[in-house]
C-alpha cells in the first residue's frame, strides 16, 4: 500500500521538527495506517505501507509555484497482519519515542527532504 505523506511532512517541516522527531512520527503514522487496512483484511498474511512525498525544487517565477521533480519513497513499514491486529494498538507510544516495537519492521530507503536539519 502506498502513502502519500505529502502533506503530513509539510506540516511537520513548517513546525521545524527535528530529523528524529520527523521520522518518528512518520514511523507512528505509517504504522497507524497499516493497523487500521489490516483490521479491513481476512486473507493477506502481511501488510506493508511505503511512505513517499513529492520533491519539490525551486519557485518557478512564471507560475510562482514550486517544480514538482518526483517523488521520494522514504520508507517502508511493514508487519504480519495478525501482529497488526493483536499488538498494532500499542506501537504508536513507542515510536514516537524513537523505539521500534517487536513485529514491526521499518526500513528507511530514501532521504528526507534537504529543509530537514
Known amino acids: 500500500m502506498l502513502w502519500d505523506a505529502t502533506p503530513v511532512l509539510a506540516a511537520m517541516i513548517a513546525s521545524e521538527g527535528s530529523k528524529e522527531k520527523?521520522?518518528?512520527?512518520?514511523q507512528a503514522d505509517a504504522?497507524?495506517?497499516?493497523?487500521?487496512?489490516?483490521?479491513?483484511?481476512?486473507?493477506?498474511k502481511t501488510?506493508?505501507?511505503?511512505?513517499?512525498y513529492a520533491l519539490t525544487g525551486d519557485i518557478n517565477?512564471?507560475?510562482?509555484v514550486a517544480v514538482f521533480q518526483g517523488i521520494e519513497r522514504y520508507m517502508t513499514v511493514k508487519a504480519n497482519i495478525a501482529d497488526a491486529k493483536k499488538s498494532g494498538s500499542?506501537?504508536?507510544?513507542?515510536?514516537?519515542?524513537?523505539?521500534?516495537?517487536s513485529g514491526l519492521d521499518v526500513k528507511i530507503i530514501g532521504k528526507l527532504p534537504p529543509s530537514v536539519q
Open 31 to 44: 504504522a497507524q495506517i497499516l493497523v487500521d487496512r489490516a483490521r479491513q483484511l481476512h486473507n493477506a
Open 22 to 26: 520527523i521520522n518518528n512520527e512518520l
Open 90 to 101: 500499542s506501537w504508536d507510544a513507542p515510536l514516537r519515542a524513537g523505539h521500534r516495537p
Open 61 to 64: 517565477p512564471a507560475y510562482k
Open 47 to 52: 501488510l506493508k505501507v511505503i511512505v513517499s
